[in-house]
């Protein structure tokens, strides 16, 4: 029985400044976030991967190259996997998106008209979109553990197919930078066999 593996990119500008990127392009991993994928890479090194999948934005696109990169597997770039289509919120500061808005990532939880009318993807969209990659992985990858490298929000809408979380629990679970976030299948049943997995030195160094 082999793995899926969701693999969040590193550390990226968006991260700290406390952007919605969103779609974005040209939002680049920082300095510490191209270690966390380092160490992620080397972390898989032990878990006989053979394919890696990835986000066509740039920071999970670069996870991806250097996990490949140490593990010697081509990144194939799937649009499945993309982050969420933040409408009009694309590119505003999250303090600013609270005090006009109020909290629209718990809005977006509990499928509030308001997030599609602002053009914001809404959360059963990226559930299929997310299943429809891992129905590819078990049809195509059969018994093997694939990566697939992307954002917090598909991750998360993965976990809420295995496990039934309320809104607030989605909102108040953060998925780590470069984490994995593994799952088993059977007969297309799921099951969680790790969350926020991270090299050991990420718990030392506090990131």
Partial sequence: MGQIIFLRHGQAKNNTDR???????GVPLTDVGEQQAQHTAELLEHMNISAIYSSPIQRAKHTAEIVG????????????????????????????????????????YQGDLEIAHNGVETFDE????????????????????????THMDPIK???????????????????ANASLNLFRENNRKFSISGLNVMHPTRFDQGW
């Fill in 126 to 149: 990226v559930k299929k979109r997310v299943l429809g990659i891992v129905d590819h992985v078990i049809e195509n990858h059969p018994n093997q553990n694939v990566v697939l490298v």
């Fill in 157 to 175: 809408a993965m976990l809420s197919t295995v496990v039934d979380l309320s809104p607030t629990n989605l909102f108040e679970l953060i998925i």
């Fill in 69 to 108: 990169k140490h593990n010697s597997i081509d990144v194939t770039i799937d649009d499945r996997l993309i982050e969420l289509d933040m409408g009009k919120f694309t590119g505003m500061a999250y303090d600013e998106i609270f005090n006009d808005h109020g909290n629209v990532f718990m809005k977006f």
């Fill in 19 to 25: 952007i919605l990127a969103g779609r974005t392009e």
